[in-house]
């Protein structure tokens, strides 16, 4: 009669043994970092540390107060199935605005938020204006400008210039380098072709993005 009372609960223990355990995984993620790209925009990083389930949509959302939800703005990413970092970029921003940025996941019906996180928005960068051009020959000019200073840094400024209007720094351009005090510069225009009729902006770039002046054209002369 033992025998059989030990080996019933042996078999039992063997079966329960096999019978698969019903543990569900805890999806935690978190609200990383929030850098700033421009005046109008951030860039917002979230980290998936373990996913219970699959996402069926994930990204950020914000709002000028505090514990912002996906009904204020948001950057959807879609589904995810895997954990790591993802990123969201915010745009269209007003500047010199304190922003309140958490990272989202929805999980069937259920939306989840990480921490939020509070980033300003820097000011414009103040734009420069293009005083004129001089010194002009086949190959090159000389392009002046005038600069201002804001509350954040000028990193870089210069003119640029093309044979269309309104050109970038995708274009020609100069590197002046950083500013520490306001006042007048000037930028040699070089490569240039004889002939051509061409387009020139000042420009300064800080945190707060890049800001061109007003345009100014010349013409280089044949012979």
Not at 33 to 57: K, P, Q
Not at 135 to 153: P, Q, R, V
């Amino acid at each position: 009669m033992m025998k059989n009372i030990s080996l019933n609960l042996l078999l039992a223990g063997i079966v329960w043994a096999c019978t698969p355990l019903d543990i569900q995984r805890k999806t935690r993620f978190i609200t990383k970092e929030v850098t700033i790209a421009s005046s109008t925009s951030l860039v917002a990083t979230g980290d998936i540390l373990d996913l219970g389930d699959v996402a069926t949509d994930h990204g950020h959302c914000w709002a000028t107060t505090p514990n912002p939800t996906i009904e204020d703005n948001k950057v959807s990413l879609g589904a995810v199935t895997n954990r790591g970092l993802f990123i969201s970029q915010i745009t269209g921003l007003t500047p010199s605005t304190t922003y309140y940025i958490r990272a989202y996941l929805q999980i069937g019906e259920q939306i989840l938020y990480g921490d939020d996180i509070s980033q300003e928005t820097p000011e414009n960068t103040p734009p420069p204006i293009t005083t004129g051009i001089s010194n002009i020959s086949k190959s090159e000019a000389t392009a002046g400008g005038n600069i201002k200073l804001g509350s954040n840094e000028i990193s870089q400024h210069g003119h640029c210039w093309a044979t269309t209007p309104s050109p970038t720094i995708d274009n020609n351009f100069t590197q002046n380098g950083r500013v520490n005090i306001p006042g007048d510069y000037t930028s040699l225009l070089n490569n240039l072709q004889p002939g051509m009729l061409y387009y020139v902006r000042s420009y300064a770039q800080s945190i707060g993005g890049i800001s061109y002046g007003n345009q100014t054209t010349f013409r280089t002369p044949r012979n």
